[in-house]
């Protein structure tokens, strides 16, 4: 297992595009923080302010506004083998198909946690200064800032393979990431915006990522934390299933 997580990192690094996914989180983090920030105490908003811990928190939490870019990561790493037919010389070097999705969803599990790090060092460096500036006070250590924090460690831990799930379902590269993309800016934000829905919308990947940092988010009751990652662990660990068991059993060529 070793060895196939070095050979999934070393064609990780064989190419830019995980820099480049990288630079757009952090491109992307960069804007949700300054978002909530510049917005704070406007007309209209509904967010809790941030002199609050909940404003705060939340400002914490835009860090984890990047996960599409990782699971789009994880997605592409599970197509690449079947779209530039490198599937077939991996499968014929290790034939237990499921070592293979094993190693990936291990490899981009990691890779998740990284640009997690990365997500949050950005947030930070942002934020503090300034909201300092507009004479917030705001310490790190204040009750539920640090679960925050950790919180968005794990959504975007989880979303490395939760990608890779997907792709290994959806064998085809284009399809797996247009339409996983699609799901989280378009279809997951319109359906838990509808109020009818919300019992059941709460399940849904969004609403349990802003469970998992505790994101407060106007009427609309989510998941206890916990929950909100078990949900999402099982959404990965389900997808990859689903697909080592029927998407890669089928012929390669």
Request: glycine letters at 10%; one cysteine or more.
């Amino acid at each position: 297992m070793i060895r196939l997580i070095h050979a999934e990192f070393r064609k990780l690094t064989a190419t830019t595009l995980w820099w480049w996914l990288l630079l757009g989180s952090l491109a992307l983090t960069a804007l949700f923080v300054s978002l909530s920030i510049a917005f704070d105490g406007s007309t209209g908003n509904p967010t809790p302010p941030l002199s609050t811990l909940d404003g705060q928190r939340n400002t914490l939490a835009a860090a984890s506004g990047a996960t599409a870019l990782v699971g789009v990561l994880g997605a592409i790493a599970m197509t690449a083998e079947f779209r530039h037919l490198t599937a077939t010389p991996t499968f014929l070097a290790t034939p237990r198909r499921g070592r293979i999705v094993a190693a990936k969803l291990i490899t981009y599990t990691m890779i998740g946690f990284g640009f997690g790090l990365a997500c949050l060092a950005l947030t930070i460096a942002i934020a503090l200064p300034w909201l300092s500036a507009k004479a917030i006070t705001v310490s790190l250590t204040a009750p539920g800032l640090p679960l925050t924090a950790l919180g968005v460690l794990a959504v975007m831990t989880i979303y490395g393979p939760l990608g890779v799930g997907i792709g290994a379902l959806v064998r085809n590269q284009i399809a797996a990431v247009v339409g996983l993309l699609i799901y989280l800016f378009v279809l997951d934000p319109v359906l838990t915006a509808i109020p009818a829905l919300r019992p059941v919308t709460r399940y849904l990947p969004g609403p349990a990522s802003a469970a998992l940092t505790g994101r407060a988010a106007p009427n609309f009751p989510t998941l206890p934390a916990w929950a909100g990652g078990l949900l999402l662990a099982g959404y990965a660990v389900v997808l990859a299933a689903l697909g080592a068991r029927f998407a890669l059993r089928r012929d390669v060529t």
